[in-house]
């Protein structure tokens, strides 16, 4: 093995190669450095003296497939400028590491494409070495995102674990970085973001939340200037929530045992949009038939499609409008969970309309908390909550797929 191969392969400069042997499998190199190139770690003095040494073996990047390693007896060196016992900067490893940067390099490498205990065991190395390579990387890079850019933001909280544990997520949706994850939910768990917001000058213009109450005063408090758009999904789901509640109703109402088997099964075909009805299965005509057969069912229905067009309109002036028509429709239904969502809409109104001043929603942000249940799911669960907030943090760089 040459010289050139041991600093082009594996990044350790200003050592020779001395030996070649194989142990186990693995491959280890022997490798000294000369004695005038000795320097304190400490003042960088040449004059210094050598008093002993220790035998250490550090971790390189595999060849072919086998693990190797790399020997060297780390000097222990009295210096005479700062009269102390020091080891030398070694240049190709970390102190009190046992591992080389070029082998951290690689691991982080895999770690794009892999989870964490597929690298451990791919290199035949512990789960928490992995995880220390990961956690300084990830620290060096993500324990502090940048606020100073952040122009237009979207809030959700996701819940995770068993308990009803939750994190509230804010994400940057410019660039698609998670940006802060808190700990719970609602407005308290912002808190630390505001106030970091604050010292970073940032100049948020708009907003995407959904329509809780905690997100509107905390933001109408904190972003007052800022654009506060209702996200389009969280209404959507609310009215589907609505819809279902209703379907239910009326089946526990129904009294013959023809109206309870038409009713029967249909929950996801009223949900479907019409254009999504596979024919094949014959869903149309099932959903035809349970309209038919109940008139609320089928104003619910056909109110739920309409809606739909709301985010359609080609101003904020026609958008209003037909809002104001919807909700005009939905009370001269009579029925009461229509109501009480037209009731829901119009008491949200400036929200909604917003997306016409600004069309954001928390559809990136939905993506991303998709991507944590995964992560989460893939590593069964996080024991240290610190680095679950890392990774987190660095998901919009994650490169590794799903397969199966």
Known sequence: MSTSLLTHGFGIRGYHHVRTRYEGGAIVFGIERPREHYRCSCCG??????????????????????????EYSVPRLYCWSCHAMRQPDLGFAEPKKQYTRSFERYVLDLSQYMTLQDVARHLGISWDTVKEIQRKRLETRYARPKLKALKQIAIDEICIGRGQRYITVVMDLKKGAVVFVGEGKGAEALAPFWKRLRASRAKVKAVATDMSAAYTAAVRENLPEAIHVFDRFHVVKLFNEQLSELRRDLYREATEMLQKNVLKGTRWLLLKNRENLDDSRNERERLKEALELNASLAAAYYLKEDLRQFWEHESYATAAKFLDDWCARANATGIKRMQKMAKTLQGHRTGLLNWYKCPISTGPLEGTNNKIRVLQRQSYGFRDHEFFKLKIYALHEAKHALVG
């Open 45 to 70: 003095s040449g004059d210094v003296h050598l008093r002993g040494s220790t035998e250490r073996r550090f971790r390189c990047p595999p060849v072919g497939g086998k693990p190797v390693f790399v």
